[in-house]
C-alpha cells in the first residue's frame, strides 16, 4: 500500500505570512492527491483535488502543486480562520485511499 | 443543500456489534459511491470502506475486512456500516462522506458520529 508521509506534524506562523506544507507518497501516485482542512471539533472539508484543483468555493489563496511523489499546499497570506489541520490523501484508482498523519497549522 | 447525518453512535463492548446509519438529502443518492471515513481520538483520517452508487461493489480496508459490512438503501437514501466483533482500536468518530466515483475524493462529510468500544 502507499505511504502518505506529511510535513512539518506541526507549524506557528502569524496572520499575513505564506505557509507551505509538504506530502510525500512512498510511491509515483501522479496528481491523484486531494488536500482537506479539518477545524477543531468539525468535520474535514475538501479544499484541492488532483493536486493543483481548488475546490468550488475555496479561496484562491490555497494553491496545490506537485507530481509523482512530492506535493506541496500553500496558503497566500494566511488568515485567522485558517488556524487547522490539513490532511492530503491519495485520490483515484482504487483502494486503500490512504490519508497522510496531518499537519498542524496553528497562529501565532 | 448537501447533508449527511450520522446516528446510532455510543458505547459498546469489545466483541459486540453495532449499526451506523447515515441519512443523505439534497442529491441524488443513488448518483454517488459513498464511504465511512473514521478518525480516533487525537489522531488522523483514516478511510473505512466504500460501497458503488447500485450496492454492487464494496471495498474495505484491511483491519476491518471481515468485520465490518457496508451497504446502503437507495430507496431511502440512507447509508450503512454494520460493525460486528469490535474492539478498542475501533474507537474513532465515523464520518459519512460522498465519494466522487472517478475521483474518489471525499466532497461531502457528515458531522460525525462517536464509537467508543470500552468494557
Known amino acids: 500500500n502507499i505511504v502518505m508521509t506529511q510535513s512539518p506534524k506541526s507549524m506557528s506562523i502569524s496572520v499575513g505570512d505564506r505557509v507551505t506544507m509538504n506530502c510525500k507518497a512512498s510511491?509515483?501516485?501522479?496528481?491523484?492527491i486531494a488536500w482537506y482542512q479539518q477545524k477543531p471539533g468539525q468535520s474535514p472539508k475538501l479544499l484541492i483535488y488532483y493536486a493543483s484543483n481548488r475546490y468550488t468555493g475555496v479561496p484562491d489563496r490555497f494553491t496545490g502543486g506537485g507530481y509523482g511523489t512530492d506535493f506541496t499546499l500553500t496558503i497566500n497570506s494566511v488568515q485567522a480562520e485558517d488556524a487547522a489541520f490539513y490532511y492530503c490523501?491519495?485520490?483515484?484508482?482504487?483502494?486503500?485511499?490512504?490519508f497522510g498523519g496531518g499537519t498542524k497549522l496553528e497562529l501565532k | 443543500e448537501v447533508q449527511l447525518v450520522e446516528s446510532g453512535g455510543g458505547l459498546v463492548q469489545p466483541g459486540r456489534s453495532m449499526k451506523l446509519s447515515c441519512a443523505a438529502s439534497?442529491?441524488?443518492?443513488?448518483?454517488?459511491?459513498m464511504a465511512w471515513v473514521c478518525q480516533a481520538p487525537k489522531k488522523g483520517l483514516e478511510w473505512v470502506a466504500t460501497i458503488s452508487y447500485d450496492g454492487s461493489s464494496t471495498y474495505y480496508r484491511d483491519s476491518v475486512k471481515g468485520r465490518f459490512t457496508i451497504s446502503r438503501d437507495n430507496a431511502k437514501s440512507t447509508l450503512y456500516l454494520q460493525m460486528d466483533s469490535l474492539r478498542s482500536e475501533d474507537t474513532a468518530t465515523y464520518y459519512c462522506?460522498?465519494?466522487?466515483?472517478?475521483?474518489?475524493?471525499?466532497?461531502?462529510w457528515g458531522q460525525g458520529v462517536m464509537v467508543t468500544v470500552s468494557s
Open positions: 490523501q491519495r485520490i483515484y484508482n482504487s483502494p486503500p485511499w490512504t
Open positions: 439534497g442529491f441524488t443518492f443513488n448518483n454517488y459511491d
Open positions: 510511491q509515483n501516485v501522479g496528481n491523484n
Open positions: 462522506a460522498r465519494q466522487i466515483t472517478i475521483a474518489a475524493v471525499f466532497d461531502y
